[in-house]
């Protein structure tokens, strides 16, 4: 059975760093590209990162390009988002997301997490 578990969102302030986990069983993330997504209140889903399966390649969306790093540890089956000098409007929640190819297009996945809220105050 597929799982994806996101862990370490919470309240942050202007300028602080967070690194989201997503934590996956039932498949090897090195076989999968594994992206990671947020949507913020009243807004569509977006992607922020991807990595893909085969190359290694690293994807991310303008909202955080610059302010964010994807990265995989296999040993671990995880997968991280690093972001960095977070701002209000990056208040939301992220989700990660597999699939077998590698897009920041959040429909063309088919296994979810269930979210991670993540809240940056002014």
């Not at 913020?40 to 990595?51: F, N, S, T």
Request: proline fraction near 2%; aromatic fraction near 12%; charge should be negative.
């Amino acid at each position: 059975q597929v799982q994806l578990v996101e862990s370490g969102g919470g309240l942050v302030q202007t300028g602080d760093s967070l690194r989201l986990s997503c934590a996956a069983s039932g498949f090897a993330v090195a076989n999968y590209a594994v992206g990671w997504f947020r949507r913020a209140p009243g807004k569509e889903r977006e992607g922020v990162a991807v990595i893909s399966a085969s190359d290694n390649n690293k994807y991310y969306g303008d909202s955080m390009r610059g302010r964010s790093t994807i990265s995989r540890d296999t040993a671990k089956n995880t997968v991280y988002l690093h972001l960095n000098n977070l701002e209000p409007e990056d208040t939301g929640v992220y989700y990660c997301a597999a699939d077998l190819v590698a897009t920041l297009f959040f429909t063309a996945y088919e296994y979810w997490g269930q979210g991670t809220q993540v809240t940056v105050s002014p």
